[in-house]
């Protein structure tokens, strides 16, 4: 007569084994994702702080040269320290850019500045992301770039490209 063995299921040791082996893979796993999601919303925020700047540089070009095509020898700008999306929105939405964003990768409101800084006229054009932390770093900036893995610094795009922006030293 045989024998008949009976079906076994997973040991309790293969089953902490895997548990273990998933567990592992899984502490290798999310550090890295976590750290590649705050770099996809660092190069989100410095992606819309180009295209917002290029659109005010553009808008500035064409305001100074129908100034000198109608031989004004200068341009009448307001003085606004700090200007809201809307505002904004209301000189280069549709003719420079489809929309402004409100807010960075990290849901804080960008700094939109448009401002004479002398006598003389100088224009300063900048709009600037405060970073993972929301917290400013000043209004002084030292030209530059920092540790692309520090999220906590500000972004920041003035008159034509970036004075604060993420890069990876060479040395």
Avoid: C
Avoid at 7 to 26: D, H, K, P, Q, S
């Amino acid at each position: 007569m045989p024998l008949h063995r009976r079906a076994r299921g997973f040991t309790l040791i293969e089953l902490l084994i895997v548990i273990a082996i998933v567990g592992i893979i899984a502490a290798l796993i999310v550090p890295n994702l976590l750290d590649a999601m705050q770099k996809g919303k660092q190069k989100r925020s410095m992606g819309d702080l180009k295209i917002v700047g290029t659109a005010m540089m553009s808008w500035l070009t064409d305001q100074v040269g129908a100034a000198a095509a109608a031989g004004q020898s200068t341009v009448d700008l307001s003085v606004i320290p700090g200007i809201t999306a809307a505002e904004l929105e209301d000189v280069l939405v549709p003719g420079y850019v489809q929309r402004i964003p409100e807010v960075d990768a990290w849901q804080e409101p960008y700094d939109f500045h448009l401002k004479v800084t002398d006598a003389h006229g100088l224009l300063v054009l900048g709009t600037r992301s405060l970073g993972r932390d929301r917290l400013s770093q000043g209004d002084e900036y030292t030209l530059g770039a920092f540790d692309p893995t520090d999220y906590d610094q500000d972004l920041v795009w003035v008159d034509g490209g970036f004075v604060r922006w993420p890069e990876r030293n060479s040395s």
